[in-house]
C-alpha cells in the first residue's frame, strides 16, 4: 500500500489539500526473473498475475504489469483499475510474454483512485527505460514533488511512487561517464528519503529489489523451482526462476519456494544469473528498525513468513496475551470472521472457554476496512456476516477481533448477535487502539477518524452496545510478535517495530 495511514503529525494534515488528504497507499508488489537461457519458456505474465492475486488482500482498486525481453527491448505493459483476476485474461497475458517483469496492486491512500495513478511506473532514461513497483509512502513526499519540480521536471501523477520513478531517473552527481551507474541511483534515492518503502525496479536484464533502511514495509525472495525437482541436493540446477513479493503468501500457487526476507537498506540486483546483494544502506547511527507492526495485526495473510515467523502464530499469541491480560467470564469463545480467528483460538486455548463459530462471512464481500469511502464500508458490513444462532442463543459470548480502528463494523456485530439471541457480547481486541495516523503505508489519514480518539476507552462498551471492550496492551502486542523473531538484526533491538499508530512514537522526525 503506498499512500498514507496509521501514524500522524498535524504539520502535515495542516498543509495537504483537499487532493492530497491521506497521502498513503496500501499495495503489493511482485517481479519475476527467468534463470537460464532466453528467450525463456517460462510463463512469466502468468506467474507475476498469480502472485497478484496472492497479493490481492494488500490493494483492490488497481493493478499492473510490466515486463521486457531484456536488453534495449521495449516494455509491455498493461494497468487497469479492478481486480488482478478480472484485469488479466489470457488474452492480456499473451500480449506481455517476457523474461522477466514486475507488477503491483494498489489500494490509494496517498494519490486518487485513478488510472493515472496505477502502478507501475515507467519512464525513459538517458540509458533506457525503467519500470518502478512501490509499496509504502515516503515520509518527506512534499519536499521531493518540490524540488522536482523546481528541475523543470513535471509530475503527471498524485503518486509518491512518481515522485521514486523521477529520481532514479536522475543521474547522481559527478558520475556516469561510462555509463549507468544504477547502484548510484538507488543509493541517491535512499540517501533522499529513509522511509517508507518496498520498491522493484526494472531495467536491462535486472530486476531490483530495494527495502527502506528501517524495513518499514514486507519484501521476500523466492525460487521457482522446476515441477521435475526432487532432490533437495540438486537445487540449483532446478531453479527457474526468482520471484519477489511484498509476502511470502503468493509464492506457493506458482510452485516458488520460500527464498529470504530482503533486508532493512539491502539492494538486490536479480538477473537470469541468480541473485546478489549489491549494498545494504545503513539508518543512521542508534536508529533500530521499524517494521511495520500492523503487518502482523491484520495486513499481512495469516500464512506469510515475517521476521521468519508464520503471521498466524504471531496472532495466535496475541490471543493469548490477550486471555492473560483481560480475562472474563463466558460460555464461548469466538471471532470477527476471519483475520481474527487466529487470536480467537489462543485465547480460547489460553483461558480454557471453548471455541465455537457465532458468524459465517460472505466470502464475496470486500474486506471493509480496504474499501476507500466511509459509506461502503458501512454498506459492507450489513452485507457480509450472518448469525450461527443455535451456537450462541443465550450464551455469553467472547468476541475477539483484530483490531477496531474506525469503529464502523463492530457495533453493527454486536447488534446482529444480541438480536439473534446472545446473553452478553464482551469484545476483546487483539491489538491496542489506533489513535495516530501513519504516514507510512497504511490508510487512516486523520486523527478524527480514530474511534480510539472520538470516544473515551470507558465509553466504548455502551458506544458499541458491547457488555465490555478492553484492548491488548502495546507491550502485549511487543512481546508476542518478538517470540518468535529469528532475524538478528531486529531481534538484537529493543524497539524494532513502527508503533507509532498505537503510540505516537514514529521511526524518524516527521516534517512538512
Known sequence: MADSGLCGCAGREELQTSEDVGLNEACGVFGCVATGTWPTQLDVP????????????????????????????????????????????????AKLHGNLGIGHTRYSTAGTSDLTNCQPFNVETLHGWIAVAHNGELVNALRLRE?????????????????????????????ESDGADWLGRIKQLMNETMLSYSLLIMH??????????????????????????????????????????????????????YYREVQPGEIVQITKQGIKTLATVPRPEQ?????????????????????GQMVHAVRRRCGERLALEAPVEADLVSTVPE??????????????????????????????????????????????????????????????????VRGNTIAPIVKLLKQAGAKEVHIRVASPPVKHPCYMGINIPTKEELIANRVETQRLASYFGA???VYLSVEGLKTAVREGIQNKDTASHKSQHCTACLTGEYPVELSW
Not at 60 to 85: C, D, N, W, Y
Not at 153 to 170: F, K, M, N, P
Not at 292 to 300: L, P, R, T
Open 46 to 93: 502468468h506467474i507475476i498475475s498469480l502472485g497478484l492475486v496472492g497479493l490481492q488482500h494488500r490493494g483492490q482498486e488497481s493493478a499492473g504489469i510490466v515486463t521486457s525481453h531484456g536488453g534495449t527491448s521495449p516494455f509491455r505493459k498493461h494497468k487497469a483499475m479492478g481486480l488482478v483476476g478480472q484485469i488479466f485474461t489470457e488474452d492480456v497475458l
Open 147 to 175: 524540488n522536482i519540480l523546481r528541475h523543470g521536471v513535471g509530475l503527471s501523477t498524485t503518486s509518491d511512487s512518481e515522485v521514486i520513478t523521477q529520481i532514479l531517473a536522475r543521474p547522481p552527481p559527478g558520475s
Open 204 to 257: 536491462g536484464e535486472s530486476v531490483y529489489a530495494v527495502r527502506d533502511p528501517y524495513g518499514n514495509r514486507p519484501l521476500c525472495i523466492g525460487k521457482l523451482m522446476g515441477v521435475s525437482y526432487l532432490d533437495p541436493k540438486d537445487q540449483e540446477s532446478s531453479i527457474e526462476g526468482w520471484v519477489v513479493s511484498s509476502e511470502s503468501c503468493s509464492f506457493q500457487a506458482i510452485g516458488a519456494q
Open 287 to 307: 536508529h533500530p528498525p521499524a517494521f511495520c507492526i500492523f503487518e502482523y495485526v491484520y495486513f499481512a495473510r495469516p500464512d506469510s513468513i515475517l521476521e
Open 339 to 404: 483475520s481474527a480467528t487466529p487470536a480467537a483460538l489462543g485465547y480460547s486455548q489460553m483461558s480454557g472457554v471453548p471455541y465455537t463459530d457465532v458468524l459465517t462471512k460472505n466470502r464475496y464481500i470486500g474486506r471493509t476496512f480496504i474499501q476507500p469511502s466511509t459509506r461502503l464500508r458501512q454498506l459492507g458490513v450489513a452485507k457480509k456476516f450472518g448469525a450461527l444462532t443455535e451456537n450462541f442463543r443465550g450464551k455469553r459470548i467472547i468476541l475477539i477481533d483484530d483490531s477496531i
Open 467 to 469: 457488555d465490555s471492550v
